[in-house]
């Protein structure tokens, strides 16, 4: 078993990147730019795209195009902001709330199901603690 800090730390790293890969493959819809880019609107409401590019680690000419690609599809609008109607801000629409929700069940749906059928109850009980320690580690280095 891994326990120095250095050795978990990667393989954390490389377990949650083969989940992550995992269960993006479970569905052929949307492109992870843009999945990734509605599951933040979803959470946090409507953003600017220099808000949605820092929240993605990416450019802002790259969130830009992510952006017109989704608001091509009608899954995002642009408005102003209802603090400052000089900012425009980009809002998740009926359709992409609609996309984004059920690509997020697909996913959570075939996840559920391999925990149930692979895990026993003790070791879901361990799995139950990781989102809190993640959740730690998170706040940690978002400092």
């Known amino acids: 078993m891994t326990t120095t800090p250095d050795d978990l730390a990667e393989a954390l790293r490389e377990s949650i990147g083969r989940i992550v890969r995992a ?8 492109p992870q730019a843009q999945s990734a880019s509605l599951g933040l609107l979803d959470r946090q409401g409507p953003q600017t795209i220099a808000e949605l590019a820092r929240a993605r680690g990416v450019k802002h000419q ?11 599809r009608g899954f995002v609008e642009r ?6 109607r ?6 998740l629409t009926d359709s ?17 199901s391999v925990i ?12 139950a603690r990781v989102p809190e320690l993640f959740d730690r580690i998170a706040a940690r280095l978002e400092r």
Do not use: K, P
Request: charged share 30%; glycine share 12%.
């Open 23 to 30: 269960t993006r493959a479970l569905t052929d819809g949307l």
């Open 62 to 72: 790259g969130q830009s195009r992510t952006v017109a690609e989704l608001e091509e």
């Open 79 to 84: 408005g102003a902001s209802d603090g400052d």
């Open 86 to 91: 000089r900012v425009s801000v980009i809002r």
């Open 96 to 112: 992409g709330r609609t996309v984004m929700l059920r690509e997020r069940s697909a996913r959570a749906g075939a996840f559920a």
């Open 116 to 127: 149930g059928s692979e895990l026993s109850e003790a070791e879901r009980a361990a799995l």
